[in-house]
């Protein structure tokens, strides 16, 4: 397998972030060593049959639809980039349909429950870091990702914007509101000193009890635990908060295209599903709702 090259070509002409390239060639190698059970010596002399026994197989272990999607796309990709060398002249993932998976369920959170999330920190520096965390991810949309790997240097809070390298090369600048300045403002100043008292140089801007950045972990066990104190109908995840963020937004004016900018979605048609869910749901509303509808 050419690994360096391909992920190259994935970071460079793809614009794929590296946790996405790393994916990719994982899936990659795996379907090589499929390739070498079958008796195949290469990947360049791998035909489409190979390819559909490959996904066949991975069905058979009750891999999910999405994990088999994005195993036949890594494929497919691969292929796509040894054409572009000319190394082959067909690619064996082509006409090859991806399985079908069952649209779920947009999870989000009203309004309501926003508000009693935010009251339940307390002042502890640990309640302060996590206020601050909240009302960061829900007045931005930001991935936790994002979040976690946010330094001090990104934040603004004189002019009131952080910026946000997110998946992509091209950073973003997102404003902040007054309440999560004021909650970002108190936890620099009273709580943040305390936690990296340890490790002053540490340049995350959040961090945990060791004054190291939060890790991926940290922050989804802190949202769980917020989550079930306020006895929330979901659990409370940064991907929900996101969801709460982006459709809260399209329900007090905003347009899809500035949506669209502040979330960082390259492809509209990813903004475009919370603009449709939206609809949907005043549908819905005005159906149950007008007397003669």
Known sequence: ??????????????????????????????FEEFLSLRGTDS?????????????????????????????LASIRTYYGFLQKCHEISDNP??????????????EFLEV????????????????????????????TGIRAGELIDMDMADLNLRMGFVTCAGENIRARIIPIGRMARNALEKYIEASRPLLTRHNPDEKH???NFQGKSITRQGLWKILKEYGEAAGLPVNLTPQVIRNSFAIHMLQNGADI??????MGHEDISATQAYLAYTKNRIKDVYDKAHPRA
């Open 112 to 139: 309501e429950d926003i508000n009693a999330i935010m009251d339940l920190p307390d002042n502890s520096e640990k309640g302060i870091r996590d206020r601050a965390m909240l009302e960061l991810l829900y007045a």
């Open 257 to 262: 295209k500035s949506l669209q900018e502040l």
């Open 93 to 106: 993932a082509d006409n090859i349909k991806s399985p079908k998976i069952e649209k779920k369920t947009m």
């Open 205 to 207: 801007l959040f961090v």
């Open 43 to 71: 990947l360049c002399g791998a035909i489409n049959a190979d390819v559909i026994a490959y996904l066949l197989e991975l069905k058979n272990q009750d891999r999910r639809k999405s994990t088999i999607n994005r195993k």
């Open 1 to 30: 397998m050419k690994e360096e090259q391909f992920r190259d070509y994935l970071t460079t002409e793809k614009k794929a972030a590296h946790n996405t390239a790393n994916a990719y060639v994982r899936d990659v190698k795996h």
